[in-house]
């Protein structure tokens, strides 16, 4: 039969097929968005007019036709609502937020096509429907121009959006108002067609499901050549999306086109955030998580800017969790340099970050310990300056206080003898001479640190012995006694115990007048006793001078006590005991 290869039905089935190719492609392709989805919805409404078209064609009885009628217009009832909806998602209308006002839309193309199924009864909406004519009734009317009206709207919307928008964008929405004009002249044709005696296509036949091959066919350049619903490649999938950097790319008019796996990760947990959501709400949502200063303000507002403008620079967020992002916008352009939006990539610095506060704080802390280190070291020094000088002041006190009273001694006997003994003067300016030279000699070693010269290469009990004989030239009388011939002493004790019985006879020499001293040196109950007692003046009230205070520190020094007395008439006594252990 020639009538299967009407040419009718040839274009029909290629407008089928194409529809079904469509819905195909981007349910496999396509990225899943509001848009995406009503565009296929949209693919499905041609593809059920177009099949429906053809069993309308195919149909040889009345009854065919009702049901091909009817399967058309689960289609046609819709097609003006469901492409304003789509021109709505198209230009990010602020009507969809509305949905309540969206489902009321959908309410006059539901009740046509309950008018249609129910005609039989009220014959409203068709006046009279055979296999050889058709008169349209007054539901019908509403319906074709509430229709047109829907289409008319989303059309305006979408020549307001081209006039707002430039490049590629501005080019693609001007082939998608073509895309709607084709099918909607088609559809006037065939209903002046059948309403009316003008015949501008062949009787009986509809053009309108045809005309949406030519609608695809620019549905198709818009969207490879200019990124119509951005067809997500293979690569960008496998590579940008799960890139640890969080990736969102925002177009022209600041709307989200895409962002990637990290970003929705992170920015996405307590702010929900959405493809075709005005970048605006994601800032919004940056100034009340971030550490604001003039730096992140300055990136926040080049995120919302919409000039073509490159920027970096490092954020903070503060809440839920704390953690430092670089930041870098990046404009996009076309072959012809055509601002197509820009992309805006975070960069994770928060381990860096940490660390280098962390370096930061040690740096503080070792420059305040450095600080610490100074002034102790200072203090130090100090402390040591004046231990030395102190050292110092008490060997030269008892090495010259030594000296000049033996030298004072000798020269007072010297002064006396030289007209009635001349010999004797002789011999006691002899002595007088060795004890200054030993006196200097004592001096320079103490300014050199040493031990006294009579403890360098002897013991404490000889150097005690080797001590009283410096004085026997003085007139003084000394006993000395002991019983620690087999105790090892320690060398540090011995040099007090020396300096003790320096500092006892000088002073019992010089202050005293002694004629008789007694030094007893004992070890009982583990521990060390001296005992220095001469027949001097004496003393009522003790005045520790410098002496008698060197004498204390000394012996607190190394750990002993010491105790100083006398009877306020004749006398002066010294008692020491230093702990062996």
Known sequence: MDFYFDTKIFLQSISVLVSLFMIIFF??????????????WCQIIIFIWSFGHILF???????????????Q????????????????????????????LIYFMFLPPILVYITLLTNTLHNKFYLQFTMDETVYGPFFWIHLGLSYLYVLIGTILLIRYSIMNIGYARKRT??????????????????????TNIHIIPKGYDPTPVSFAISLLLFSIAMFKYRFLNIVPIAFRKIVYNLNESIIVVDSLNRIDNFNKSFLDTFSTTQKIRIYDDIETFTKYLKSTVSLTAESEKLINAINDTSAISESGQIDIISPQKKSFRVNIQPLFGKKQDFLGRIILFNDITDYKNLLDEVNDKNAELTAMNQQ??????????????????????????????????????????????KKSPEKTEEKLSQALNVAREGLKELRRSIKGLAPENLKNSDILSSIKSLTKDFEPSGVNIDFSHNIENIDINPRFSSVIFRICQEALTNSLRHGKAKNV????????NKIELFIFD??????????????????????DIGGSIVFGSDGESGFNIRL???LD
């Not at 496999?28 to 848009?35: D, E, R, W, Y």
């Not at 050292?391 to 006396?416: C, P, Q, W, Y």
């Open 73 to 100: 217009y689960l289609a046609i009832s819709f097609v003006g609502s469901s492409w304003l909806l789509f021109c709505l998602i198209y230009t990010f209308s602020s009507f969809l937020k509305k949905r309540k």
């Open 27 to 40: 349910i496999l392709k396509g990225k899943k968005t509001p848009l995406l989805y009503n565009y296929l």
């Open 373 to 418: 280190l100074s002034e102790y070291a200072a203090t130090v020094e100090e402390l040591s300056i004046a231990k030395e000088r102190n050292r110092f002041a008490k060997d030269v006190h008892d090495t010259l206080g030594h000296s000049m009273t033996l030298l004072i001694s000798l020269l007072e006997v010297s002064n006396i003898t030289c």
């Open 577 to 579: 005991k230093i702990p």
């Open 535 to 556: 027949d001097g003046i004496g003393c009522s009230k003790l005045k520790k001078g410098f002496g008698l205070t060197s004498m204390t520190q000394r012996v607190k």
């Open 57 to 71: 064609l195919f149909s040889n009885n009345l009854t065919a036709r009702y049901i091909s009628i009817y399967f």
């Open 518 to 525: 007694t030094i007893i040196l004992r070890a009982i109950n």
């Open 174 to 195: 001007f082939i998608l108002i073509f895309a709607a004009i084709t099918p909607t002249l088609a559809n006037i044709f065939y209903i002046v067609n059948a309403a």
